[in-house]
């Protein structure tokens, strides 16, 4: 599995943010995209996720075209997770409701059964221990890996983050980088 992006183009307004973006990522890689304010690290990123309508080029994940995951929206859901900058989390769910809210209402799974791999990954983010826990009773860093363990609870083949330390201490920057390291090792 890997993401192959040829020729990306997508404009806002008349203003060109990316303008024929290509690279392959194989499976397991970790690719960082870096480039000033502005340069459309995130609207990359959100056009990969399927969150935003690029203008033109190809994105594939897999052997599955973009325009194919379309026609497929439950399976295009499971192909590609995203991890926002602002962590996303809904602040009137626990850690654990936050986990399991997707894969019930989108994917159909059982609430006992996204329980149960939700406090898997929260073990591997090291957080079981804050399932109950609301957002805002949360650190950066522990915001961070709540939403980490929310994208992979969807089980997406590649995993699209937004600038996953910049809010954060350089304690919990090295966390949250070993965990991406740890989660790429097992083909995450």
Not at 119 to 135: F, G, N, Q, W
Not at 153 to 172: G, K, R, Y
């Amino acid at each position: 599995m890997g993401i192959s992006v040829i020729n990306l183009k997508k404009s806002f307004k008349k203003e060109r943010i990316l303008k024929g973006i290509s690279f392959d990522v194989n499976g397991g890689e970790i690719l960082a995209i870096i480039g000033q304010s502005g340069a459309g690290k995130t609207t990359l990123l959100r056009c990969i996720a399927g969150l935003e309508v690029y203008d033109s080029g190809s994105i594939r994940i897999g052997d599955t075209s973009k325009s194919e995951m379309q026609k497929n929206k439950k399976s295009s859901k499971r192909k590609v997770g995203m991890v926002f900058q602002s962590y996303h989390l809904f602040p009137h769910m626990n850690v654990l409701e936050n986990i399991i809210e997707a894969p019930i209402s989108v994917l159909g799974i059982s609430r006992k059964e996204a329980e149960h791999k939700a406090m898997e990954l929260l073990e591997i983010v090291e957080l079981s221990e804050k399932r109950s826990a609301y957002p805002f009773e949360l650190s950066g860093g522990q915001k961070q890996r709540v939403a980490i363990a929310r994208a992979c609870a969807m089980e997406p083949e590649v995993i699209c983050f937004d600038e996953p330390t910049s809010a954060l201490d350089s304690q919990s920057s090295e966390g949250v980088a070993v965990l991406m390291e740890d989660l790429a090792k097992r083909n995450m």
